[in-house]
């Protein structure tokens, strides 16, 4: 499964040289996973209210193109593992108007028990839903 959604440059995201700060590709890998989560009815205020935490546990990213101010890119999220202990995704940003791929990435995260901070299983309420979504996938 792959959740897309679009976002557009502002100024704000841009560096001195007027290009895209590579930071921001990272924050909006983040954005990528609570919307795909979101779309299989997991929010993140609910598996926080429950104690859960997700760390990343890895994240990378290649840039290939610069995006500017104003552009508007599709930030494409696919699910690669979905497990009781961690989720893992990747990414690919592209530009709109002309669909070219500006940055691929990858992330994984475990889940852990706020109180512990040690990694544990993820409630059955929850990896039913990434369940589903593993299971169409193959």
Known sequence: MTVTFEKRVHFYDT???GVVHHANYIRWFEIGRVEFLR???ITLKDLMSDGILFPLTEVNAKFI????FDDVLEIKTTATELTKVKMAFDY???RKSD???LVTGHSQNVFTKAETG???RLPEK????LEKVSAEKN
């Not at 193109?65 to 500017?68: I, P």
């Not at 929850?126 to 839903?129: G, H, L």
Request: proline share 0%; no cysteine.
């Open 99 to 101: 669909g070219k791929i």
């Open 39 to 41: 779309a299989i009815g």
């Open 65 to 68: 193109h610069s995006s500017d």
């Open 126 to 129: 929850y990896y039913s839903k």
């Open 92 to 94: 690919e940003i592209s």
């Open 15 to 17: 560096d001195e040289m």
């Open 118 to 120: 040690k990694i544990s």
